[in-house]
């Protein structure tokens, strides 16, 4: 099985266990995203965007995966390459996504939304999407997100 069959059997089948899971009821007393914590004022929250708006940032049209009201799923191909785009409804849901996601892809994350693809298109939609990009499994202490793509001045491909 080739790289992207493999992606995306593993975004759809993490997609629809995600999906068919209960929803946010065992958060296991996580604050929720935004919440105060020791008296520390909150930072802004995170413009959150859809997966059309994330798609459109690098010059995509995505063909939907899943849509249900919890996760949102499109196949994107650009000049790039081929990747995944994720929308979760709440960040727990993106938590837990990441919790069953396959530890060895890579993926870019940023607020309620994640990216699966090849290290190389990740690194090339890093700076455009604005995401972290995770090389290792994110459950560690250290998630190890690499550092932003720096502008070279050239062309980006888009």
Known sequence: MTTLP???ASALLVGLVAACSPGGAGDGGRLAAGAQQGGAQAAAP??????EQLAAKVGCKPKMQVDASDIRTGYCKTKVGEF???????????DE??????????????????VLSSL???RALQKPL???????????KSPSPSPPAQDDGGDSGY
């Open 46 to 51: 995170a413009k959150i965007y859809t997966v």
């Open 6 to 8: 493999r992606l995306a």
């Open 120 to 122: 190389k298109v990740l």
């Open 130 to 140: 604005n995401g972290d990009l995770h090389l290792k499994d994110h459950r560690t």
């Open 97 to 114: 996504w990441m919790d069953r996601a396959p530890e060895y892809n890579p993926h870019l994350v940023g607020p309620r939304w994640t």
């Open 84 to 94: 995944f785009v994720n929308t979760f409804s709440t960040e727990e849901g993106k």
